[in-house]
């Protein structure tokens, strides 16, 4: 069955960067256009990043040019590096294809804090 594992998540200070990891299994990983999705508590899950099975890239206005989405279709793994981390990005993120699969991981938290 579809499975989503992601990982890297943390506590940060605001400025700091995190990687997170995302591995998937029982799908044709490299067939589908993926994303990463983060749900802050008391809001709805959004789209945050996108890469599609070709290599395009989409993101949210709120993390241009702060967060950058990578895939290895090797490893069925997707990645979102995230830089100049605000407390507005504390939340936990999962990832899932931009059509999201009715399956989700237990995401990874990332809290971004003094």
């Known amino acids: 069955q579809v499975q989503f594992v992601e990982s890297g998540g943390g506590l940060v200070q605001p400025g700091g960067s995190l990687r997170l990891s995302c591995a998937a299994s029982?799908?044709?990983?490299?067939?589908?256009?993926m994303g990463w999705y983060r749900q802050a508590p008391g809001k709805e899950r959004e789209l945050v990043a996108a890469?599609?099975?070709?290599?395009?890239?989409n993101y949210r206005d709120s993390v241009k040019g702060r967060f950058t989405i990578s895939r290895d279709n090797t490893k069925k793994t997707v990645y979102l590096q995230m830089n100049v981390l605000k407390p507005e990005d504390t939340a936990v993120y999962y990832c899932?294809?931009?059509?999201?699969?009715?399956?989700w991981g237990q995401g990874t938290q990332v809290t971004v804090s003094s």
């Open positions: 899932n294809s931009v059509t999201p699969f009715r399956s």
């Open positions: 890469i599609t099975s070709v290599d395009m890239t």
């Open positions: 029982g799908i044709i990983f490299s067939s589908y256009n």
